[in-house]
């Protein structure tokens, strides 16, 4: 699985633009962008002859707009939804699920004063 296939799948499912790595700084209000978790997590394999499922750790940016409780209101709807994925076909794979790994984090505005939340997530996939 790689991350551009995340973010294609992301597009997909919300019906948005998702950029990949970083939000370019002609993104507007409500945009979304994916990245590879700085977060360290255990590494995990199936020991056995079992169907294996793996693990890729993502951070999902979510660029809301001056408004913290739009912006509250719009990313809890992007986290309802994501973590609703299931069984979705990837080029490079099938997405199980997208597990959370803690809820939705208000992480402030940006130097424009647009208010951002972030989720974490764990993409298991086979």
Not at 4 to 17: C, F, G, K, P
Not at 23 to 41: E, F, M, R
Not at 92 to 100: Q, R
């Amino acid at each position: 699985m790689k991350l551009e296939n995340i973010r294609d799948m992301l597009a997909d499912v919300l019906s948005s633009t998702v950029y990949m790595a970083k939000l370019p700084d002609t993104a507007g209000n409500n945009s979304i962008c994916v990245y590879t978790s700085k977060h360290t997590h255990t590494y995990r394999q199936c020991i056995g002859n079992t169907k294996a499922h793996d693990y890729y750790y993502i951070t999902i940016l979510l660029h809301g707009n001056q408004s913290p409780r739009q912006t509250e209101s719009w990313a809890r709807q992007i986290f309802d939804t994501v973590r609703c994925i299931k069984d979705y076909q990837t080029q490079d794979g099938t997405v199980k699920f997208i597990l959370p790994t803690y809820d939705l984090q208000d992480v402030g505005t940006d130097d424009a004063g647009i208010y951002e939340q972030v989720i974490e997530t764990a993409v298991i996939y086979q």
